[in-house]
């Protein structure tokens, strides 16, 4: 199995400054068909997960553009332009090149 | 707008049985592959399996296979997660998500929309 990790795993935030969480997988996520299927993911408390970015870097329909994703091969980052409190939560890496997919352990955002 | 609804809350004991509903709707059910996440609680997320509800291809997770069995009912656009023999360690929040038209590259692969998650309670 491909195994996720993240870092850190908690991060307090102040309002309006940056935030960026570090995904790495245990080998490379590019797919045969040319593509790199890692998704980042938010789960606010007590709500179900969100898609927020797919394939590395692609906002999905309705995230706001101070999400944004980069990254290749196995090294990969999520990053807040500017924290706002309604981004708190506990943000997931999820690889689907390869299958069982997998998912990171979490990193907790929450405001300082 | 394409939506998962899934099946309410359910308290169970040891050794009952339970199947667990997410209903598509939308879009084309038969089209799209389905997967299944466990959370327990407090903790993070961990893929359970996944099936294309078109010709029920399923593929579990090497910690999940033989403990759980995923459907799916395209009449009725509902895919399922059972249990034949529920443990206190099943007790998990399980989510739906809907996955791309193909896990084995089709440039779609990705996971949105998510149901809303079935809480389940395993105790004596």
């Known amino acids: 199995d491909i195994v996720m990790t993240q870092t850190p795993l908690s991060s307090p935030v102040t309002l309006g400054q940056p935030a960026s969480i570090s995904c790495r997988s245990s080998q490379s996520l590019v797919h045969s068909d040319g593509n790199t299927y890692l998704s980042w993911l938010q789960q606010r408390p007590g709500q179900p997960p969100r898609l927020l970015i797919y394939?590395?870097?692609n906002r999905f329909s309705g995230v706001p553009d101070r999400f944004s994703g980069s990254g290749a091969g196995t090294d990969f980052t999520l990053k807040i332009s500017r924290v706002e409190a309604e981004d708190v939560g506990v943000y997931y890496c999820m690889q689907a090149t390869q299958f069982p997919f997998t998912f990171g352990p979490g990193t907790k955002v929450d405001i300082k | 707008e394409v939506q998962l609804v899934q099946s309410g809350a359910e308290v169970k004991k040891p050794g009952e049985s339970l199947k667990i509903s997410c209903k598509g709707s939308?879009?084309?059910?038969?089209?799209?592959?389905i997967g299944w996440v466990r959370q327990m609680p407090g903790k993070g997320l961990e893929w359970m399996g996944i099936?294309?509800?078109?010709?029920?291809?399923?593929r579990y997770s090497p910690s999940f296979q033989g403990q759980v069995t995923i459907s799916a009912d395209k009449s009725i656009s509902t895919a399922y997660l059972q249990w034949s023999s529920l443990k206190a360690s099943d007790t998990a929040m399980y989510y739906c998500a809907r996955g791309g038209t193909s896990i084995y590259g089709s440039g779609n692969n990705w996971f949105d929309p998510w149901g809303q998650g079935t809480l389940v309670t395993v105790s004596s």
């Open positions: 939308g879009y084309s059910f038969t089209s799209y592959w």
């Open positions: 099936i294309y509800p078109g010709d029920s291809d399923t």
């Open positions: 394939k590395i870097s």
